[in-house]
């Protein structure tokens, strides 16, 4: 096994408190809507692609006015989460460091451009990331973006962590296996490794892992 792909949000952390904040203030003071959203509201939308998430929340709107409002929500969001106080998983910056030592780490986010580098930021495990990508940077979903990851970095062996079904299925996708992190924010179908905690990855014959 080469390389290590992660999901971000309900993977390496869980930043929807602080998401809503930063919507919720974009709504505000970028729109005339009278919505209020709670991080229990995100957790429900996050790994979707950004489309669909819009369409979730914003079902009021038509496509032209998502797109603006997109704008204003994410550029308030990739500010703000730079330095918020985001839910780290147990042991996920230790966890990150030391895997580090072994495989090349990946992120690959259904997220905009900007998200990531701000999750990086905020961690300062810059240093320990590989390189990265997601529909913003590139325009396609999470089973491409895998594919383009591996390509670029000339991987041919990797596992994926994620926490969704949507990761899943991606997963099937880019023809890679998946370990499922259960603490996160969804539930997928099927037999998977599983972790409960993010520092349980220390513990897994990853070498063994196959597709």
């Known amino acids: 096994m080469e390389g290590i792909i992660f999901d971000v949000d309900g993977t390496l952390w869980d930043s929807t408190e602080e998401v809503a904040i930063s919507w919720n203030r974009a709504i505000k003071e970028q729109s005339k809507l009278d919505k209020v959203l709670t991080a229990e509201e995100l957790q429900k939308e996050f790994g979707k692609p ?5 369409a979730s ?8 006015e998502r797109v603006e409002l997109a704008y204003h929500l994410y550029q308030y969001e990739n500010k703000w989460v730079e330095t918020a106080p985001c839910i780290l998983y147990h042991k ?5 460091r030391t895997l580090s030592e072994v495989y090349k780490l990946f992120i690959v ?8 580098e701000a999750f990086l930021k905020n961690t300062g495990l810059g240093d320990y ?6 529909p913003g940077d590139t325009g396609k979903l999470k089973g491409e973006n895998i ?7 000339g991987i041919k062996s990797a596992v994926y962590v994620g926490d969704t079904q949507g ?3 991606a997963c099937k996708e880019a023809g890679i296996s998946m370990i499922y ?4 924010f969804g539930q997928v179908d099927g037999e998977y490794i599983t972790i409960q905690s993010f520092d349980e990855l220390l513990s897994l014959d990853i070498e063994g892992i196959e597709k």
């Open 50 to 54: 950004l489309e669909e998430i819009m």
């Open 57 to 64: 929340l914003f079902p009021e709107l038509n496509i032209d």
């Open 92 to 96: 996920m910056p230790e966890t990150i």
């Open 109 to 116: 986010s259904n997220c905009q451009s900007g998200y990531i």
């Open 129 to 134: 990331i590989t390189d990265y990508t997601c």
């Open 147 to 153: 594919q383009i990851i591996m390509e670029r970095n």
């Open 167 to 169: 990761d899943a299925n």
């Open 181 to 184: 992190a259960a603490y996160g």
